[in-house]
């Protein structure tokens, strides 16, 4: 019997009695006044007049409270070829010798620092140091370039960077130092410092005055033995900004404060995935990403577990069995990771033939997440694999999980296709545009009652207004989710699709928009429009159309290179922009809207209506034709 209708009801008859027990489970370091304060923030807050260290919480309590010898973070790297351990005093050590580092160069409590890294170990020392001392990180995933690294400068305002020397993908060295420099030449905003990992795999250049060396500022300071203690941060100071994509190039700095977060993580890591303190976690994710943020970093070491960071991908590192390998090796209990890695090991190995070389017996779980699990996928990891794989739902907003199967709780009947069942703190509702309940079964938009619960966001960094409008004015007294989905009579959440102009690749969230803001700026381009189409690994890859300028006679091929170069100079290669589709007009609304619904829907070769307020309905029939002739939507 699953204890989960109990837990949403008891949690549905009285949040704050809820919070509060849960909260009982993180040190404070002076109690709050109110569980949570209506009049606070933009639609309240959580723990209100609270104090507390999430450092501390995270690292400290656990090496005074016995767990100072049990390994925190296993760094596990197939890429490079190395592996680390480090005991949680150990990883002590390097975040305070770091946060002395930060501090000499003049980081303060609420002081912005960019953490632009590759998937190494000083990557989560670096975001704990932050912590430690009360200055909010801003970690920017490697695969975005410069421009988006500068747009995140000037609006984080970071008064220290820490990156590498280079990043390391398959068959190539991603030389972050030149990204950097370029960023910050571009950014309004400049860094006062910036400390750079040295790679051996390639170093760089230091730039006077600015810039230091990571491993050299990190010896002279535990030479010199300085001690820096945990600030206490008020529970609604922030912890993080993260920016996601909106729905245009602008990302939104969505905002994590320390105290919500620290309570919901900790109470997700039992209730939701059943995990214990000293197991082995292992998020299969990036901590560029707010799965890393959450399930690599906070989560699992606020619990007291060990938790992987793994720089490799799920096949070629060197192949479709490094999962399976390092489950073994590291005795992880659970694994999350997106569908789409999934897709990539099943399509190298179909068979999962490469399991049987492992000794599985102390896996329990797959989590999925990021994106639609397709139900395809889940079975055969179901079958393969022999153990529960659970599909649950969230976004950066949230930082934990809005819907799932609950482990802790105890496991619902498994209904492939869908995510699961609101977790505590989370009141889901769907309605039609007007904003009217539809019936069970009914598709529309996935809303949430306000208040969000603890450790989702309290506003945008710097925007308030933004913030209402983009998520609070659409759905008055709900947070718009911009996902499609239905619930049906059971209660279970069925997520769709979006209902912005965000595509998800690989798991990675893009935004449309933002593409459509770079390709429009090619010389020969007069008008673009980009969609996601379905990929039978990525899940979607965007698709470029573009209509030329009058008179343009250059080698379509050439042009199509050039908008994938910009789009890769300007977003990064996460965006994977490698199709562009040359059309001689676009379809449009009479009011000038363009249809991009209706050419994605052709494109995946989905059954579409011809919409009624179009103003020229043979340009679908070019659109089709186009498309077609490309081996697309036939
Ligand atoms: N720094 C620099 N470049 C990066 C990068 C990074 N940190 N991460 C990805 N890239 C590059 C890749 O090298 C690739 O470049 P290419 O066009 O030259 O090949 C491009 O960005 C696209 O990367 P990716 O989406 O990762 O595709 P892939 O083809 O390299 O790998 C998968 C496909 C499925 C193996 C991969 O996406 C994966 O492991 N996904 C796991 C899901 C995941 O981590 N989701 C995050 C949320 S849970
Ligand atoms: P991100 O903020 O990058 O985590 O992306 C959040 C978006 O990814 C959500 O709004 C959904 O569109 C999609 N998403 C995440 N998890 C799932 C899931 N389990 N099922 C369906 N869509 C998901």
Known sequence: MSDYHETYARWKADPEAFWAAAAAEIDWDTPWDKVFDPEGGVYGHWFAGATCNTCHNAIDRHVAGGRA????????????????????????????????VL???????????????????????????????????SVVFGGFAAKE?????????????????????????????????????????????????????QTCDLVAGRDSDYRAAV???????????????????????????????????????NGGHMVMLKWTMWNAYGIRPGEVFWAASDVGWVVGHSYIVYAPLLHGCTTVLFEGKPVGTPDAGVFWRVIAEHGVAALFTAPTAFRAIKKEDPQGRLIGDYDLSRFRTLFLAGERADPETVRWAEQRLGVPVVDHWWQTETGAPISHNPVGLGLLPVKHGSPGVPMPGYDIRILDDAGHPVEPGALGNVVISLPLPPGCLPTLW??????????????????????????????????????????????????TGGMEEVVAEHPDVAECAVVGIADPMKGQVPCGFVVLNAGVARDMAEIEREIVQMVRERIGPVAAF????????????????????????????????????????????????TLNQRGIGI
Not at 70 to 93: N, V
Not at 606 to 624: F, S, V
Request: glycine share 6%.
């Open 462 to 511: 710097h925007a308030d207004e933004r913030f209402r409008e983009a998520y609070l004015a659409e759905f008055p007294g709900h947070y718009k989710t911009a996902d499609a989905g239905f619930l049906d009579e059971d209660g279970y959440l069925f997520i769709m699709a979006r209902t912005d102009d965000i595509i998800n690749v690989a798991g990675h969230r893009l935004s």
């Open 578 to 625: 490698k199709l562009v589709v040359p059309v001689d007009r676009l379809p449009k609304t009479r009011s000038g809207k363009i249809l991009r619904a209706t050419m994605q829907k052709i494109a995946d070769k989905e059954a579409w209506t011809m919409p009624a307020t179009i103003d020229d309905p043979a340009i679908l029939d070019e659109i089709t034709a």
């Open 219 to 257: 010896e002279a300071a535990k030479a010199a033995g300085t001690t820096v203690d945990c600030v206490p941060v008020a529970a609604t100071d922030p912890l993080y900004v993260l920016y996601t994509s909106g729905t245009t190039g602008r990302p939104k700095g969505v905002v994590r404060d």
């Open 103 to 137: 501090r000499e160069r003049g980081v303060e409590k609420g002081d912005r620092v960019v953490i632009y890294m590759p998937m190494v170990p000083e990557a989560v020392v670096s975001m704990l140091a932050c912590a430690r001392i009360g200055a909010v990180h």
């Open 149 to 201: 690294l500068a747009a995140r400068l000037d609006d984080a305002r970071p008064k220290l960077v820490v990156s590498a020397s280079c990043g390391i993908e398959p068959g190539r060295v991603v030389a972050y130092k030149p990204l950097l420099d370029k960023a910050i030449e571009m950014a309004g905003s400049k860094p006062q410092h910036c400390i750079v990992l040295q790679r051996d795999e």
């Open 69 to 100: 010898d049990q390994t925190a973070l296993i760094y596990d790297s197939p890429i490079t070829g190395r592996k680390r351990r480090f005991s949680f005093a150990e990883l002590k050590a390097e975040i305070v010798a770091l946060a002395a």
